[in-house]
């Protein structure tokens, strides 16, 4: 059934797609030789240029063994999300449901289904076994070595100049997905310097770390404050 299966999606790449046929040699086909019956269920692709397998064997062992795979399923920021809402489904791209059983052509929606009555026993059964994942949730930042009072003084500051970039800078922390239960960002006061540094730490490791340094307002002069602006700016800039 394999073979037939194979043979039938060569068949349908030499009637749509008119450039980068190797690809379903290379990968699809490559994949799907490999793994045998284990390679089924999947989504498959299939545009003039290109053909992607959205692959579901193992869905659940790799969900149940990475955190932040986890968190990228429920929070819908993962690469199954990113061919099916909303990107995917352009007149040119024909998407086939592929079993042991052989394949069939399926609509956005219907591949979306599909997705979903994959996904969420998988989710529900994790939740069961474990915790709720959060579908939506911000990455906790802490503050360190500065005040409440002394924190407000630098963003009235700022305002006093008619500039907001502290703020700004410090919001966009909140724009960091999470990628784990303990994920959060700490943020260290440096008054000598008048810069803050920061690191994200995820389960205790440290990712990316960088500084937001202060380039002082126009009646002191500008201020690089060991730090380097292509485009030098008055106020508050991150650097990494």
């Known amino acids: 059934m394999i073979t037939e299966i194979l043979n039938k999606m060569a068949e349908i790449v030499d009637n749509t797609m008119t450039s980068f046929q190797s690809d379903f040699e290379k990968y699809d086909k490559e994949y799907i030789t490999g793994?045998?019956?284990?390679?089924?269920?999947?989504?498959?692709?299939v545009a003039p240029s290109h053909t992607y397998l959205l692959r579901f064997a193992?869905?659940?062992?790799?969900?149940?063994?990475?955190?932040?795979?986890?968190?990228?399923?429920?929070q819908k920021s993962?690469?199954?999300?990113?061919?099916?809402?909303?990107?995917?489904?352009?007149?040119?791209?024909?998407?086939?449901?592929?079993?042991?059983?052989?394949?069939?052509?399926?609509?956005?929606?219907?591949?979306?289904e599909i997705m979903r009555d994959i996904i969420t026993p998988v989710i529900?059964?994790?939740?069961?076994?474990?915790?709720?994942?959060?579908?939506k949730s911000k990455v906790r930042v802490e503050f360190q070595d500065i005040s409440l009072t002394q924190l407000k003084r630098l963003i009235q500051d700022c305002r006093y100049h008619n500039n907001d970039t502290l703020l700004e800078c410090l919001k966009r922390f909140h724009n960091y997905q999470q990628y784990a239960k303990n994920h959060k960002i700490i943020v260290k006061w440096?008054?000598?310097?008048q810069r803050f540094s920061?690191?994200?730490?995820?389960?205790?490791?440290?990712?990316?770390?960088?500084?937001?340094?202060?380039?002082?307002?126009?009646?002191?002069?500008y201020q690089a404050n060991?730090?380097?602006?292509?485009?030098?700016?008055?106020?508050?800039?991150?650097?990494?």
Not at 35 to 45: I, R
Not at 59 to 73: L, V
Not at 190 to 193: G, Q, R, S, V
Not at 204 to 210: E, I, M
């Open 190 to 193: 440096n008054d000598c310097y």
């Open 58 to 74: 193992g869905f659940k062992k790799y969900f149940f063994e990475n955190e932040a795979f986890r968190y990228n399923i429920v």
């Open 78 to 112: 993962s690469w199954y999300h990113a061919y099916l809402w909303p990107n995917c489904g352009k007149v040119s791209e024909k998407i086939y449901y592929v079993t042991a059983d052989g394949l069939r052509e399926v609509s956005v929606e219907q591949a979306r």
């Open 35 to 45: 793994e045998g019956v284990n390679a089924f269920p999947f989504l498959w692709m």
């Open 226 to 240: 060991n730090s380097v602006q292509l485009d030098p700016l008055y106020g508050w800039a991150t650097h990494t």
């Open 198 to 221: 920061f690191c994200e730490f995820i389960n205790g490791k440290a990712q990316l770390s960088g500084g937001i340094v202060f380039h002082g307002w126009p009646e002191s002069g």
């Open 124 to 135: 529900a059964a994790w939740e069961q076994e474990h915790e709720k994942i959060p579908i």
